[in-house]
C-alpha cells in the first residue's frame, strides 16, 4: 500500500508535470498568436497607412492638375486676348495706312490744284 501510495504520487507528479508542461505550450502557442495578430495588425495599420499615402498622392496629383488645367485656361485666355490686341493693333495700323494714303492723295491733289493755279497765274 505504501509502495502504491508512492507511485499513486509520483503519477500525480508527472501529470503536473505533464500538465504544467502543455500549459506552458498553451502559453507559447497564445504568445506566439499573440505575436502573429500584432504583426498582422502592423501590416495592416502600414497598408493603410501607404493607401493614405497613395491616396493623398493621387489627391495631391488631382490638385496639380487642376492646377495645371487652370494655368492652361489662363494661358489660352491670355493668347486669345493676345491675338485680339494684335489684332486690334493690325487693325489700327490699316486704319492708320488708310488715313496717310487719304492724306497723301489730299496733299496729291492739292499740288495738282497749286499747279494748276500757278499755271493760271503763269498764263
Do not use: E, G
Request: no cysteine.
Amino acid at each position: 500500500l505504501a509502495y502504491q501510495a508512492d507511485q499513486a504520487v509520483q503519477v500525480v507528479q508527472v501529470v503536473r508535470v505533464v500538465l504544467a508542461y502543455q500549459a506552458d505550450q498553451v502559453v507559447q502557442v497564445v504568445q506566439v498568436v499573440r505575436v502573429v495578430l500584432a504583426y498582422q495588425a502592423d501590416q495592416v495599420v502600414q497598408v493603410v497607412q501607404v493607401v493614405r499615402v497613395v491616396l493623398a498622392y493621387q489627391a495631391d496629383q488631382a490638385v496639380q492638375v487642376v492646377q495645371v488645367v487652370r494655368v492652361v485656361r489662363v494661358v489660352q485666355v491670355v493668347r486669345v486676348v493676345l491675338a485680339y490686341q494684335a489684332d486690334q493693333v493690325v487693325q489700327v495700323v490699316q486704319v492708320v495706312r488708310v488715313v496717310l494714303a487719304y492724306q497723301a492723295d489730299q496733299a496729291v491733289q492739292v499740288v495738282q490744284v497749286v499747279r494748276v493755279v500757278l499755271a493760271y497765274q503763269a498764263d
